[in-house]
């Protein structure tokens, strides 16, 4: 078992084993007084863990309610945020009561974004079974849904009380999620961390806690110095501006994993073409996208994805942060007008 803290405005720890979900209820009650709990979930997860989340923690003497949405992320929209309110109220969760997220980056986030606002505030626990999940969205405290004109644009900075990450439930996913995932923790040797990247050159399975754990420990330590998002916790976005236009021109058909890894893959030759990163690490970065049977070709027009990414929260006013490669773990944050979106996005097609 490993053990990650966390030390923001809230301190929590992330713990990483196999086969611990049916120890939640015993390590929720370290954090949280036994109480009514909420389970949020989503309908490809419940069928295989919700009531084994719910025996664990009837065990530990919570009394748990199961509030199922549909899965992908359709879901994380301003209706289903209501109607989990509305759950929350006619279920009469308090203040004292907590919120369960038991599945991917789509239900942590909207389950997040529920905690943070029922009530003004009540506490809730990250349970993530995804691999996206686990190296990423549960950490950090970023919470969102999105609006139809833009991905995360509604949302609040608030930590969960405690991440519990069992990877046994990686046994289950489809191979395109596990990629998914895959395209996160590749994003984080690319950032900063050369010895994670070349770690990921032999096979993920076999070292798949370590893996988990460095990456939280990558996120762990710029959460900590930049919780709000304002200055090296936008390192984290790597690839992430093209991906939210590629996902939106896809309507959602291209997940999140898929178009990081398109989005990773396109800044990383712009930023060869713009000589800020040696060809030789674009190649290394190009294989071991593929490697991982993750796309690196974008569908759309430079047009297209720089008109949509006028909408990105990392917009201010008429400037835009991109996260640009200079070499395998040396990744920069460069402040650059909107209007050259389109030139670089041209570069990196």
């Known amino acids: 078992m490993k053990t990650v803290t966390v030390s923001a405005s809230k301190v929590y720890d992330i713990i990483i084993d196999k086969g611990i979900l049916d120890r939640a209820g015993k390590l929720a009650a370290t954090v949280v007084k036994p109480s009514r709990a909420a389970i949020l979930t989503d309908s490809n997860v419940a069928p295989l863990y919700a009531e084994r989340l719910e025996s664990s923690l009837g065990a530990a003497g919570f009394e748990p309610v199961r509030f199922t949405v549909a899965a992908g992320e359709r879901s994380k929209s301003a209706e289903s945020y209501l109607s989990l309110l509305s759950f929350l109220a006619q279920n009469h969760i308090t203040r004292s009561d907590c919120i369960f997220a038991l599945g991917g980056g789509v239900v942590g986030d909207l389950a997040g974004f529920a905690a943070a606002t029922y009530l003004r505030g009540i506490k809730f626990i990250q349970i993530p079974t995804t691999l996206l999940a686990m190296v990423d969205s549960s950490v ?4 969102a849904i999105d609006i139809p004109e833009g991905k995360n644009l509604v949302g609040a900075f608030y930590q969960p009380s405690l991440v519990i990450c069992d990877y046994s439930t990686l046994d ?132 297209e994805l720089a008109r949509t990414a006028l909408s990105d929260k990392k917009r201010a006013g008429g400037k835009i942060s991109l996260i640009m490669p200079c070499g395998i773990g040396n990744s920069q944050i460069k402040e650059i007008n909107v209007s050259e979106l389109e030139d670089i996005f041209s570069r990196g097609l």
């Open 140 to 143: 950090g405290g970023k919470t």
């Open 172 to 303: 289950t996913l489809p191979e395109n999620i596990f990629a998914d995932g895959c395209a996160e923790v590749i994003k984080y040797g690319i950032i900063n961390d050369r010895p994670l990247f070349e770690k990921l050159k032999s096979p993920i399975m076999p070292q798949i806690e370590d893996i988990i754990e460095n990456c939280v420990r990558d996120k762990r330590d710029i959460v900590n110095q930049d919780e709000r998002d304002v200055g090296i916790r936008q390192l984290l976005n790597l690839g992430h501006t093209a991906a939210h236009s590629i996902e939106a021109l896809s309507s959602f058909a291209i997940s999140h994993g898929s178009a990081v890894a398109i989005g990773t893959a396109l800044i990383s030759r712009a930023a060869v073409s713009l000589g800020l990163c040696p060809e030789a690490d674009l190649d290394e970065i190009i294989s071991m996208l593929k490697s991982y049977r993750l796309p690196t070709e974008c569908p759309y027009r430079a047009s």
